[in-house]
């Protein structure tokens, strides 16, 4: 087995961080939860209890939080690096593209009455 197969590159963490911040955690945690139902339930609620360890350490809430939330853009980008690295990699043994795009559904259309 090689050491690494190397299929996340810098550019896609990159790639991944920007789609994170430029939607923000709780629609990104929301569009994971539609693709990864349990793997966002495990995260959400294994970040919640390490939120309320923060605070029953002395930690204060505001600091708790801001520590939550980097955990939680942490783990967010590394999930999207894996599911962005691996739509490139499919895309480049197949030739097809897969929806890859952190991007919200659209609403649909409302016909005039």
């Not at 945690?29 to 209890?49: M, V």
């Amino acid at each position: 087995m090689p050491t690494s197969d190397q299929i996340v590159t810098a550019k896609i963490v990159l790639q991944s961080q920007l789609e994170v911040q430029r939607i923000g955690i709780q629609q990104a945690s929301s569009l994971l939860e539609s693709a990864e139902p349990d793997l966002t339930e495990y995260i959400l609620e294994t970040t919640t209890r390490l939120y309320h360890d923060l605070l029953h350490v002395g930690i204060k809430g505001k600091q708790a939080r801001r520590i939550h939330n980097d955990i939680m853009i942490l783990l967010l980008v590394t999930v999207r690096s894996l599911q962005n690295a691996h739509a490139a990699l499919w895309q480049q043994q197949t030739g097809e593209e897969i929806a890859a795009k952190l991007e919200p559904p659209t609403p649909p259309e409302t016909a005039a009455s």
